[in-house]
């Protein structure tokens, strides 16, 4: 049986979901969440995701970044359709548990950049979300 709370467990995969495309049960407290819809894999080189309570312990400071090395324009093209609009992000472990960040009332807005080298392509989100990600 795997520990879910496991630190040696790593980011394996990731799939993304619009708000408005999906159903979602979230229960304040709990710590599953329920999510029907259509997901989108996301095939990014490295993800680095930290989320820790803020110095109150109001809220949680959670920090996402997907780096994809496939610059050309019609990657560009696809990753922009997930900026700026309210979605939910599926990580995938590899001791197998999945956790969901963001929810309805709290969603995740992405950011696109280009930086590095060689270049690579960024989807991050930094911000503030008042329950740690939850496990579908």
């Known amino acids: 049986m795997s520990n879910k709370e496991s630190k040696r467990s790593s980011i394996c995969g990731a799939e993304i979901i619009a708000c408005a495309e999906c159903d979602v049960i979230s229960i304040p407290g709990n710590s599953?969440?329920?999510v029907s819809g259509v997901w989108e894999k996301l095939d990014f080189s490295s993800v680095?995701?930290?989320e820790k309570p803020t110095s109150d312990s109001s809220s949680y400071?959670?920090?996402i970044d997907f780096s994809f090395s496939d610059t050309s324009h019609d990657n560009y093209i696809h990753l922009m359709t997930w900026?700026?609009?309210y979605v939910l992000i599926k990580l995938v472990y590899s001791d197998g548990s999945v956790k969901v960040v963001g929810?309805?009332?709290f969603p995740v807005s992405l950011q696109i950049n280009n930086d590095g080298s060689p270049a690579?392509?960024?989807l991050t989100y930094s911000?503030?979300?008042?329950e740690p990600s939850k496990y579908l």
Request: net charge negative.
């Open 32 to 34: 599953n969440i329920s």
């Open 48 to 50: 680095e995701f930290s």
């Open 61 to 63: 400071d959670v920090s």
């Open 83 to 85: 900026c700026n609009i």
């Open 103 to 105: 929810s309805p009332d």
């Open 120 to 122: 690579k392509f960024h």
């Open 127 to 130: 911000g503030q979300q008042p």
